[in-house]
């Protein structure tokens, strides 16, 4: 009843009357009042969506303000020195490396720039999962990095919050926490019943609320501690959640609640008696659960075991029930909540994390208080979680925010400790991990498929397949992070068993069959998750725990780190060996089968490493017998022969994917996890087992035991032919590989570093990230000791040169590269790193090829050098036991044979093997056995059937001579039919003789006795009686095919002699090689290191011989004994066909490859050439060929080839040729400015860009100022369109006949394979050039231009001149209009209108009006001209055929503009020529004063109307007419200067210049003085009285400069120039007058004596005056009175318009792009979150137009007109239609052209010159001042469409 009546009163007074209760020392009433006043308002029966309740709340909490003055007050208590400020995905913020301590640390942009990071190693992120500010958090990074404001202890010095304050909020929020939670109780509905749209919509209703939650927890510290203590408080919740037994409601919600906690353990509830957690005794019970694969399937919950065959499939599965007496079992329980925090955390996962929710709890850690508690919420809640995110539809974006919030509390290392220790959080995730695990096992194929006990995951789960674990795995990787979690994770036995057992689930998984007879149906993805699955969930916890036992740091720590090691590989050994049985592995691998997964072997391989390097254990100690070892090697070596077969082709049918598999194998993220922890293995193998047994296992392994006979035919049992070279060279290649790497054999981590830097700098230039990315992280060499540290840089500087980033002029854009130095190329390269790390086998060409042209360079060698030997850093001694393998007979037996074959031409023999040969027998030579005392060797020999050689020393085995051999071979085979010589008895006997010692071998025969040996050793009698069987009955195929007989072959050769007979053969002469020793005087044997180090397969000879020489006496006696025997000559050899054939392929291939290299050079040379005459924009040489302009003969017409049909001919009326161009709508023009500087881009709300001052925009002002006051048709006649949207003309040169153009569209219309233009719109590529073009400018039927005409001057009198070119302007322009000419003519006009838009061409007041058109055509021509000066770079100082000059299409566009023009006469009335060379007589003005008056001339532009006269005469035009033209108008642009600079004189001045001139008025050449002028126009303009008024005004403010002769002189000069140059490049394309080169001070003096203007000869000693130009055909006062009155009747008028329109300076500087801040971050910041101007709204793509700085949104839907994005509509306004854009959150600029688009690239390039598009490394970037001058010199030249080469259609939607 109270509440109702408490309900009543205002929200504020009862708020009030409250606070003041409840602070009366006796407040029980208040209470009970607020109480019931709760419980009416917040009743959680009423619709969620009702905002009534949140007003209480608010209004309760402020107890009576107002709720903002609340929050300000409670702020201002803030004591909190952590920012915390939370954020979601795509929210930009930092990270830095220096100062970060966990490597998960990450700051705000606003605490980042405010501290001062200069010179750290930073970068800025898109936030992908949502994060936290880590600012003023001193576990996670140092306080050196924090910002100013939380560098200070800000805590310390605020006030205590005062009780009152708060107190309202402890009484109210319990209670609107409990509201919010019984909405969530009630909406929740099982899974079954409930779909994913109902829960969101609770979510949704209430959003208010939640939001109020996390608007508290902005309140700062105090709120912050208050809410912790809600949440926390165990009683309150007790008293809120249970006791209210008698609201049916809330009992309904409780049972809800109940039932939903069911479900929430990992165990369901009725295995409740099994006690939950798994607690594995070592020994017995962990032998149980892996030997039966009974993999924890206790506590699983049995929802999962849908599957029958699941359950049953993985064999018998037992339960484990072992003691839990040590650990608790409560985490696999049903949850129990004791307080808010908990429940309100269940509701979160159970409603799959909703945004509001994470980032209100995320809010609250700042409190510490709340930070830990949280974090034990979260860690008992970890298993709940995860089973949650296995069932959530939505996994990704769950496991995002899941991360989210687990980074938060696991990246410290204090939390994380406290919570292993208090909370079994290892116990935890190890367990889930194994749960999530278990639910996607199969049975395991591998080995033997009957009898496999062991599971494996199965990859195509969807588990697997969406990476559904790595939210687990991740946070399991981030607390083994830190030493102390990851020491008591390697000190748990049970722990390390469970883990083992887990990484035992990927032992060999993702298992391939190789199939042999067709292919396989489905290409299965599954690797891509298989690979992702062992790197992320096996071995980046692995290099998490072996980070920390990097270093002995205390005494302390070694003792529990040299046991832990220990134990660790025991562990392993003992899994592997379960494994092994699991697997019902005997001693031979299956065949055809290859799992590239062994995370076993590789934890044990990288555990021994690190045993080794780091804790300096003995290797003995660790290891297992030999039998163990010799199932070990198997699988990693099945592994190294697969990748030989997969490179072969012999897994062709198994489809792409198998490569995939191969080349992820070796890729950088994956080698230091998959490969090199594989070949280590084998390495330690091969140190410990019987050296021949290992040789013979690798060659069966690779299945090329058959070939390795002496004899020249063979037969293979398991290999195609084509097969046997490529396996051949693989196994070589892997001994190679197995004997040269060191990686874990004693290298230090800085010459890992460098090693792999030179080899991937080898392979090709790199940029600086591709190499940061490709090299390994772990066994982190990159970072050196500490994260962060420079060894990178330093190592890189050392071994690369930097390359900056150019760009080439085929228009790619080169990136700052590093590219190796000289001495790394000479010392450094190494073949078999390349080989190791190479995806693709290319890769290994390209380096060889890089290594030869650096040879060449250098001239060290100028062959084709093979790869480099290099000497290789010493062996640890732990591994010394590797070198045995190169002292082992059955290698020998090996190398001899190969040897053999090679010298004798057998087939599958290859340099690349002989090769690999050279390279093992030069590692041998180089590392020799020390001796042992002991000679134990004899007593074996005696049972040895080699006695091929004496013992094995390579050293003693080269020269021993093996005289006979017996080989089987095939019937069929050469050596059979050899009869001994049955020449003498004697000799027949000595031959049977020695075929009893003839040699006989056998790899298998070997291999079997070694490995019974072993077998014999290792183990008692008992197994040998089994195992023997096994294999030999495996093997008895390969020798029993029926048709092989035994040979006997005669070789008597040893190894040297057979190296120096291939010396002999590669170097193609008899008697080649000289021991260099013999030549010595001393005979002294040196090895001669720079000779010998780089060259080919000769040198490499020589240089074992010599060493061979140097390294035993023996050697070097042999070797001149079989010198001296071959120096007497041996007969050549008989040519027969099969010699023929064999005739050194080599030599063959050698030429073949010359040839193409040479074809290929010529190729290149040519193209190049035609590049440059094709594509460059500026080279001066003018080619005559392409020149239209030029003239051959005087008389003879221009011929024109056509392109297509490769004729020749001249342009004709019915068959016109025409020239291909691209016509394009610009605007550069209009965009140029009075200023030098080009304008900045604003990056503060102070500053802006006005575009008033730019040229468009000032003719447009003054166009619109004529058509007030004047005639329309004359306003059209006074000035030039076009600044904007004007017409630019194009061409690449080339010309084709009209009709074959029309064929070639149809042509490109029906093949429809678009190639990024539009064949509809016109568009298409020059068929010879492939430039890109849209029209066909028909060239004029004609002669060359008619020298003779005009090279004798004429001697007409200018006034003669003058009524001739009225005369010939009154001629009508009369055209047969349908010859197919004038038919092109007039659709190239139509073409010409629709390449710009409407807007551009309508200025008449009379729309359609024929003046429009007529503006419009001579505006084209303007246009043109203007922009080739642009081009020329604003003057015509350097003359010359115009840099265009060649590829000009000026002089036929003129033609097809004056044709068009030539319809529309000027009505002679009103024809300018008439008012500019006659004097008219007044009319009255009466008369026709309804009629706006015409244009004055002086406020006409002179330029336009040289071009209307010049394109209004009947073409062609004599030159003396256009001279005349030229001089008439010369005049009127001097009298234009002299007014323009009357008026900037002050009134005095102009007084003085006045008076003086006029003195000089009846001189003899009074008109062609200045002063003169001047001051008749000075006296003739103040006639009107208002003019100079006017003037006066502007004056005292422009300035107060002193004119002198010599400046008015300049000035004059200035203002005539632009005519000049218009005049002479339009004289230049008419007639082909050179332009002449001169300086800058002459230009003008020199274009008036080429116009014709200036007629006394000019010297360069004596100043020029330019009124001496002046021709007069009439009087020159009277035509200028008659000028200056048209003015002044105007200016009478209106006196500051008249102003403007005669002062007009007609220079503007070159367009330039907006200048660029040189740090891009200041763009990014300012803009990036920049609301658009339009929209308002922050656009999603940000983009700023670089030509104007406008900021649009980039395919923003919001600012959409008319279909058109905002983009794209700009770049048709500000360009007309070419719009330059940079992309704020990509860095790179794009590219509008028409209704193209292409990605440019970037001009805001890195410290190491790179793009970082998107801005994904998000590294600091600079400007790149020359690619921003390229890209503004592109603009400028029109050459987007030639240069970028990616264009695409953008469908209006950028």
Not at 174 to 197: H, V
Not at 643 to 658: A, D, F, K, P, T
Not at 685 to 690: F, G, I, K, N, V
Not at 868 to 882: A, I, S, W
Request: overall charge negative; aromatic content about 8%.
């Amino acid at each position: 009843m109270m509440a109702a009546s408490l309900q009543r009163r205002d929200k504020k007074s009862t708020a009030s009357y409250l606070k003041a209760e409840l602070n009366r020392t006796d407040n029980s009433s208040g209470v009970h009042q607020l109480q019931e006043l709760l419980d009416s308002v917040l009743n959680p029966e009423r619709p969620a969506g009702d905002t009534e309740a949140l007003e209480w709340c608010k209004s309760l909490l402020a107890g009576g303000e107002g709720f903002e003055e609340f929050c300000k007050t409670v702020r201002s208590y803030d004591n909190a020195t952590l920012c915390g400020l939370v954020w979601t995905a795509n929210f930009v913020a930092y990270r830095c490396r220096t100062c970060g301590i966990s490597p998960c640390m990450s700051l705000c942009a606003e605490c980042f720039n405010n501290g001062d990071h200069t010179g750290h190693d930073f970068n800025m992120f898109r936030s992908q999962a949502g994060g936290a500010c880590d600012c003023g958090d001193s576990n996670v990074m140092r306080e050196s990095g924090f910002c100013r404001r939380h560098r200070s202890k800000t805590g310390t010095n605020v006030p205590s919050v005062p009780r009152e304050l708060l107190f309202m909020s402890e009484m109210v929020l319990p209670q609107f926490i409990i509201y919010i939670i019984q909405y969530l109780r009630d909406g929740y509905s099982e899974p079954g019943t409930a779909s994913e749209r109902d829960l969101q919509k609770v979510l949704q209703q209430l959003e208010p609320q939640i939001s109020f939650l996390e608007e508290l927890t902005k309140m700062g510290g105090a709120m912050r501690t208050v809410l912790t203590k809600i949440l926390t408080n165990q009683q309150s919740y007790k008293d809120l959640t249970m006791g209210q037994e008698e609201n049916v409601h809330a009992k309904k919600n409780y049972d809800k609640y109940l039932s939903a906690l069911k479900s929430s353990g990992l165990v369901s509830s009725d295995e409740k008696n099994v006690s939950g957690v798994i607690e594995l005794a070592a020994g017995a019970g962990a032998l149980s659960i892996l030997g039966s694969a009974a993999v924890v399937r206790d506590p699983i919950e049995s929802s999962i075991e849908d599957d029958p065959d699941g359950s049953q499939g993985a064999g018998q599965r037992k339960r484990v029930k072992l003691s839990s007496s040590t650990k608790d079992p409560s985490i696999m329980d049903v949850l129990k909540h004791k307080c808010f925090l908990e429940e309100l955390l269940f509701w979160t996962i159970k409603y799959e994390f909703p945004q509001k929710m994470v980032t209100f709890l995320l809010n609250m850690l700042p409190d510490q208080d709340y930070k830990i508690s949280f974090t034990r919420t979260f860690v008992q809640h970890y298993a709940f979680i995860m089973k949650t995110l296995m069932k959530s539809h939505e996994s990704d974006t769950m496991s995002n925010r899941i991360v989210h919030i687990s980074v938060q509390l696991f990246s410290n290392e204090e939390l994380a400790r406290h919570v292993t220790e208090e909370c079994q959080l290892l116990d935890i995730m190890v367990t889930v991990l194994l749960y999530m695990m278990e639910s996607c096992l199969v049975k395991s194929e591998l080995q033997d498929e009957e009898n496999n006990r062991h599971v494996v995951v199965n990859c195509g789960e969807p588990l697997l397949k969406n990476n559904t674990y790595w939210p687990l795995v991740s946070d399991f990787i981030n607390i083994l992070s830190h030493q102390s979690v990851a020491k008591k994770f390697l000190e748990d036995q049970s722990l390390l068993m469970l883990w083992m057992s887990f990484v035992s689930f990927f032992q060999g998984m993702n298992l391939n069959k190789r199939e042999i007879n067709e292919h396989v149906e489905f290409e299965s993805q599954t690797y891509y998750a298989a690979f992702a699955a062992e790197l992320e969930a096996c071995a980046q916890p692995m290099w998490g725990l072996l980070t920390h036992c990097k270093v002995k740091q205390t005494f302390v720590l070694i003792v529990h780190y040299d046991g832990s090691v220990k134990t660790y590989p025991a562990k392993e050994e003992e899994t592997l060996q379960l494994w092994f049985d699991s697997v019902n592995f005997v001693d031979e691998p299956a065949p055809h089968q290859v799992s590239f997964h062994l995370p076993l072997h590789r934890y044990y391989a990288m555990f021994l490493s690190k045993a080794v390097k780091c804790q300096g254990l003995d290797l003995d100690s660790l290891l297992p017998d030999q039998e163990m070892l010799m199932k070990i090697m198997i699988h990693p070596l099945q592994i190294q022969a697969s990748l030989s077969e997969i490179h072969s082709n012999m897994w062709v049918r198994n489809g792409l994917q198998i490569k995939g598999q191969a080349m992820t194998y070796v890729q950088s993220h994956f080698c230091n996890s998959m490969i090199d922890p594989d070949i280590y293995l084998l390495q330690i193998c091969a140190s410990r087992l019987d050296p021949d047994y290992f040789i013979s296992s690798v060659f069966e392994r690779f299945k090329v035991v058959d070939l390795l006979t002496m004899a020249s035919q063979h037969q293979n049992t398991a290999l195609d032919p084509e097969h046997e070279k490529p396996m051949l060279e693989g196994a070589l290649t892997f001994l190679v590989l197995l004997l040269s790497l060191r990686i874990h054999l004693g290298m230090a981590d800085d010459d890992i570093l460098r090693a792999e830097m030179v080899s991937q700098l080898c392979m090709n230039d790199r940029t600086h990230s591709s190499l940061l990315d490709l090299i390994p992280e772990n066994p982190n060499p990159k970072s050196g000791t500490v994260p962060g540290s420079s060894s990178f840089e330093v190592m890189l500087s050392a071994v690369a040169d930097f390359k900056a980033p150019v760009f080439e002029p085929g228009g790619s854009m080169q990136q700052g590269m590093y590219t190796p130095k000289a001495e790394v190329w000479e010392k450094e390269f190494d073949p078999i790193m390349v080989i190791l790390r190479t995806v693709y086998r290319r890769d290994v060409q390209t380096a060889m090829d890089r290594y030869t042209a650096f040879l060449k360079e250098s001239g060290i060698f100028s062959g084709n050098p093979w790869p480099p030997y290099k000497e290789r850093t010493p062996l640890h001694p732990c591994y010394k036991g590797l070198v045995r393998l190169l002292h082992c007979k059955t290698l020998h037996i090996v190398l001899f044979t190969l040897l053999y074959k090679i010298s004798m031409d057998h087939q599958n023999m290859s340099e690349h093997v002989l090769c690999m040969v050279l390279y093992l027998i030069e590692l041998g030579l180089d590392n020799v056995l020390q001796e042992e005392p002991e000679e134990e060797e004899p007593c074996i020999e005696e049972h040895c059937h080699d006695s091929w050689f004496p013992g094995t020393n390579l050293l003693s085995n080269l020269h021993h001579v093996i005289d006979f051999v017996r080989v089987r071979v095939p019937e069929t085979a050469p050596e059979v039919k050899r009869e001994p010589p049955a020449s003498t008895s004697t000799d027949s006997s000595s031959f049977a003789q020695n075929s009893g010692t003839a040699q006989v071998f056998s790899l298998v025969a070997e291999r079997r006795r070694k490995f019974q040996e072993i077998i014999n050793r290792s183990s008692g009698e008992a197994s040998q009686a089994v195992r023997p069987k096994s294999s030999a009955t495996k093997w008895i195929p390969h020798g029993s095919t029926p048709q092989l007989t035994t040979a006997i072959l005669e070789i008597r050769e040893s190894m040297i002699s057979l190296l120096i007979k291939l010396h002999h053969k590669l170097s193609a002469k008899q008697n080649s090689f000289c021991p260099p020793w013999m030549e010595n005087s001393e005979g002294s044997v040196r090895l001669d290191s720079v000779k010998y180090s780089h060259g080919d397969g000769i040198s490499a000879i020589e240089r074992i011989l010599t060493k061979a020489a140097l390294r035993a006496r023996q050697n070097k006696r042999c070797i001149q004994e079989i010198c001296m025997k071959i120096s007497p000559p041996v007969p050549p050899k008989k040519n027969g066909p099969a010699d023929k054939k064999t005739m050194d392929k080599e030599e063959r291939r050698q030429k073949a490859r010359e040839r193409q290299q040479k074809l290929l050079a010529e190729f290149a040379s040519r193209q190049k050439s035609f590049m440059e005459t094709a594509m460059d924009v500026e080279s001066p040489d003018a080619d005559v060929a392409m020149d239209l302009g030029s003239s051959e003969q005087q008389d003879s017409e221009i011929l024109y080839d056509c392109v297509i049909c490769g004729q020749s001919g001249p342009s004709t009326e019915d068959r016109p040729t025409g020239l291909v161009v691209l016509l394009q709508a610009s605007s550069v023009l209009g965009h140029r400015c009075k200023s030098t500087e080009p304008k900045k881009l604003p990056t503060s709300d102070e500053e802006h860009i006005y575009s008033v001052d730019t040229c468009g925009a000032t003719h447009d002002v003054r166009l619109t100022t004529l058509q007030r006051f004047f005639n329309d048709s004359s306003c059209l006649q006074s000035v030039s369109i076009g600044w904007e949207g004007g017409v630019y003309v194009q061409t690449c040169g080339h010309t084709l006949h009209i009709d074959c153009h029309k064929s070639y569209m149809e042509s490109l219309r029906s093949d429809q394979v678009l190639q990024g233009f539009s064949v509809d719109k016109g568009e298409f590529t020059c068929p010879l050039c492939r430039q890109f073009a849209n029209s066909v400018l028909p060239c004029y039927p004609g002669r060359g231009v008619e020298k003779t005409h005009w090279q004798t001057p004429s001697n007409k009198n200018l006034s003669v001149l003058v009524k001739e070119v009225e005369e010939l302007q009154d001629q009508l322009g009369t055209f047969s209009s349908e010859t197919n000419l004038s038919r092109e003519m007039e659709s190239v006009i139509k073409d010409i209108k629709n390449t710009t838009q409407k807007k551009y061409m309508d200025y008449s007041k009379t729309p359609g009006s024929p003046d429009n058109d007529f503006l419009f055509m001579y505006s084209v021509a303007r246009t043109n001209l203007e922009l080739e000066l642009v081009h020329r770079g604003g003057d015509l100082c350097c003359g010359g055929a115009s840099a265009a000059a060649k590829r000009s299409c000026l002089n036929q566009l003129f033609h097809v503009l004056a044709m068009h023009m030539r319809l529309y006469s000027i009505d002679s009335a009103y024809n300018p020529w008439t008012r500019l060379t006659q004097l008219t007589q007044k009319i009255d003005s009466h008369v026709c004063s309804d009629e706006r008056p015409e244009v004055p001339l002086l406020f006409r532009d002179v330029p336009s109307l040289l071009i209307i006269f010049v394109l209004t005469m009947p073409q062609p035009l004599h030159k003396e007419h256009f001279t005349c033209i030229v001089k008439v108008l010369y005049t009127l642009q001097y009298i234009h200067a002299i007014v323009a600079l009357s008026v900037k004189f002050s009134a005095e001045e102009r007084l003085a210049w006045k008076n003086s001139g006029a003195l000089k008025k009846h001189t003899s050449d009074a008109e062609k003085s200045w002063e003169v002028l001047l001051s008749h126009g000075i006296s003739e303009l103040s006639k009107g009285n208002r003019f100079y008024e006017a003037a006066t005004e502007e004056v005292s403010v422009v300035s107060s400069r002193v004119w002198s002769p010599q400046s008015i002189e300049y000035a004059l000069q200035q203002f005539c120039l632009p005519f000049l140059r218009i005049s002479s490049l339009l004289q230049h394309h008419l007639f082909g007058d050179d332009l002449p080169n001169c300086l800058r001070e002459e230009e003008f003096p020199v274009l008036a004596n080429c116009l014709g203007i200036l007629t006394s000869a000019f010297q360069p000693s004596n100043q020029l005056l330019s009124a001496s130009c002046l021709d007069w055909s009439i009087s020159a006062f009277e035509i200028i009175s008659q000028w200056c009155s048209e003015v002044t009747e105007f200016a009478d008028m209106n006196a500051e318009h008249a102003m403007t329109l005669v002062v007009q300076d007609p220079h503007w500087t070159a367009p330039r792009l907006l200048h660029l801040p040189e740090n891009y971050n200041t763009i990014f910041q300012y803009y990036h979150r920049k609301a658009c101007t339009f929209c308002n709204k922050v656009p999603k793509d940000p983009a700023l137009c670089l030509v104007c700085g406008t900021f649009v949104c980039l395919k923003g839907l919001c600012c959409k007109q008319q279909n058109y994005c905002e983009c794209v509509l700009h770049s048709q306004h500000c360009g007309a239609a070419t719009g330059i854009f940079l992309l704020i959150n990509a860095s790179v600029i794009i590219i509008i052209r028409g209704h193209r688009f292409c990605l440019w690239g970037a001009v805001y390039l890195d410290a190491h010159g790179e793009e970082d598009r998107d801005l994904r490394r998000g590294k600091p970037l600079y400007l790149c001042e020359e690619r921003y001058k390229v890209l503004e010199q592109q603009w400028v030249s029109h050459t987007f469409d030639h240069i970028s080469k990616r264009w695409g259609p953008h469908y209006n939607g950028l």
